[in-house]
């Protein structure tokens, strides 16, 4: 008989969609935390950054190591919220459209990501040691009192995670609400990550440097530089696209 409607085939329908829907959030979920993690990683580089505060504290007991350490891991969360929440206001304001911030900072996070790749191994252990010789007057004060600066900022975190974080933001944009919200807990939870691989290479600074040479340590950099430059490339042309697509349509 035709034009029977029958209730478990429409309830089959709902969840066959349902599923659909949450297999594609948890896809969005993964995609943008493996961008974020990626394009984060190189700039904060734990391994890195632990090699100058070890030698900013200096010889401390273990205590005093994971109590800094504690402290700077949640200064780097929320470090990225604030910029991660403020971020598209700012955009807002200044009347920043997002294919020229995906654009933007495309181009600067691939500059990054060739800078990297083309370091030397003997340039980043001068520019450790110059750090190190700069806050050498810090080793005497209150630790706890500079957690956020020099040691969150900008030893952690720099002026390169704002750019990249601001980019990721944009580049998170979905066209639903539950799209946009899923993306941008990729980005979070990938922050998150990041701040517990700090607190554990801040925690046991003087045992990680005793087992990872700076060669081992080097050659890693190299890998993560070369996807950050494949990343960088990749928002960019994204943001390039309706730019085009604009020009072609208006010629």
């Not at 329908?13 to 594609?24: D, E, H, L, T």
């Not at 900072?105 to 190190?132: E, R």
């Not at 990680?208 to 430059?229: C, D, E, K, N």
Request: charged content about 10%; aromatic content about 10%; glycine content about 8%.
């Amino acid at each position: 008989m035709t034009g029977v409607v029958y209730p478990s085939a429409g309830r089959a329908n709902v969840r066959s969609v349902a599923a659909c829907n949450k297999g594609y959030e948890m896809l969005l979920f993964w995609q943008h935390f493996a961008i974020g993690f990626s394009a984060l990683l190189p700039l904060v580089n734990p391994l890195g950054s632990a090699l100058v505060f070890l030698g900013l504290v200096g010889l401390q007991p273990p205590a005093i190591y994971k109590s800094l350490a504690r402290q700077i891991a949640i200064n780097v969360i929320f470090f990225f919220v604030v910029i991660e929440l403020v971020g598209s206001y700012l955009l807002g304001f200044f009347g920043i459209s997002l294919s020229i911030v995906q654009l933007a900072g495309g181009l600067v996070v691939a500059a990054m990501g060739w800078s990297l790749l083309n370091q030397k191994a003997a340039d980043a252990t001068s520019d450790a040691q110059a750090q190190v010789a700069s806050g050498a007057d810090t080793l005497n004060a209150n630790f706890q009192e500079k957690s956020f600066y020099p040691f969150t900022f900008p030893i952690t975190v720099g002026p390169g995670c704002i750019v990249v974080m601001l980019t990721l933001s944009a580049h998170a944009t979905e066209k639903t609400l539950t799209g946009n919200l899923v993306a941008r807990a990729g980005l979070l939870v990938a922050a998150a990550v990041l701040s517990w691989l700090v607190y554990l290479c801040y925690a046991y600074a003087p045992r990680i440097t005793q087992v990872i040479s700076p060669a081992t340590a080097h050659g890693i950099l190299r890998v993560i530089a070369f996807i950050l430059l494949c990343i960088g490339v990749q928002i960019a042309w994204n943001g390039l696209s309706p730019l085009l697509e604009t020009v072609l349509h208006i010629s």
